[in-house]
């Protein structure tokens, strides 16, 4: 069933959609009163809803469907700004459908790639376009945020965590394989993670030591060397196993 997010109260019994929501479920859809969705209101709960109107779109609140597709953990990313376009796209879109809260791009001592400044606000609205459409079709009740920091160390002052990583391939290489797993084994659920990845050439030494010294904790993604824009979503994904696949076997 298609889902929509609407920032609108829960209190609402009835609620117009807005022109680009309404413009989908009736032109692109072909819904009609009648028809059944599930939106999303500004609680991030999930509502079934029956179309009332057409023209202009509205939609009656049903019930709340009591579903909740949201990790565990809050985790935010850190990712070393890509040299193409098509690397944050990515990033984004799938991160979002992995489950990440906050996806965050800053530039390292290696980004061969820079924003400037009077694109950025541009940049980050199309990777939010993104990641809204993404948290739509994989049924999310929340959209992440995207956000853009011009160096390391703003972007790690800005997002404070619970549990900081950073995934270092060098942790890899000398045989470390636990790290990661015990950060993620002694998190509840409720808290909040944040994990650094470097761009295309990784994060220097100098970057890892400054985390280390702050409290970030180096963690191995396991034996092979994962691409800039394929780390994250490992990490996602052993998140995801560490906090609802595997919780019920601890």
Same mark, same amino acid.
Do not use: W
């Given at each position: 069933m298609q889902r929509y997010f609407i920032n609108e109260p829960a209190d609402q019994q009835e609620i117009t959609l807005p022109k680009d929501v309404a413009h989908h479920l009736v032109t692109v859809l072909r819904a009609q009163v009648g028809s059944q969705v599930e939106v !999303?209101?500004?609680?991030?709960?999930?509502?079934?809803?029956?179309?009332?109107?057409?023209?202009?779109? $509205?939609? +009656?609140?049903? $019930?709340?469907?009591?579903?909740?597709?949201?990790?565990?953990?809050?985790?935010?990313?850190?990712?070393?700004?890509?040299?193409? +376009?098509? +690397?944050?796209?990515?990033? !984004?879109q799938k991160a979002t459908e992995l489950g990440a809260d906050r996806i965050v791009f800053f530039e390292s001592a290696r980004s061969i790639s820079h924003w400037a400044q009077n694109k950025q606000a541009k940049k980050l609205a199309r990777l939010q376009k993104i990641a809204d459409g993404a948290a739509e079709q994989s049924h999310r009740n929340r959209q992440p945020q995207v956000a853009y920091y011009p160096n390391l160390a703003t972007a790690l002052a800005a997002n404070p965590a619970d549990q900081r990583v950073v995934a270092w391939e060098e942790s890899a290489k000398q045989g470390e394989t636990s790290a990661l797993h015990q950060v993620l084994t002694k998190?509840?659920?409720?808290?909040?993670?944040?994990?650094?990845?470097?761009?295309e050439g990784g994060l220097t030494s100098q970057e890892v030591g400054q985390m280390q010294d702050g409290g970030v904790i180096p963690v191995g993604l396991g034996p092979r060397i994962l691409r800039t824009e394929t780390a994250p979503l490992y990490f996602l994904a052993a998140v995801s196993y560490a906090s609802e696949l595997a919780v019920t076997h601890r």
């Open positions: !999303v209101l500004a609680d991030h709960r999930v509502y079934l809803a029956t179309v009332t109107a057409t023209d202009p779109a $509205r939609v +009656k609140i049903d $019930r709340d469907l009591n579903r909740d597709s949201e990790l565990p953990l809050h985790v935010t990313l850190l990712c070393g700004l890509p040299k193409t +376009k098509e +690397k944050p796209e990515l990033i !984004v998190m509840t659920p409720g808290q909040s993670l944040l994990a650094v990845f470097g761009p």
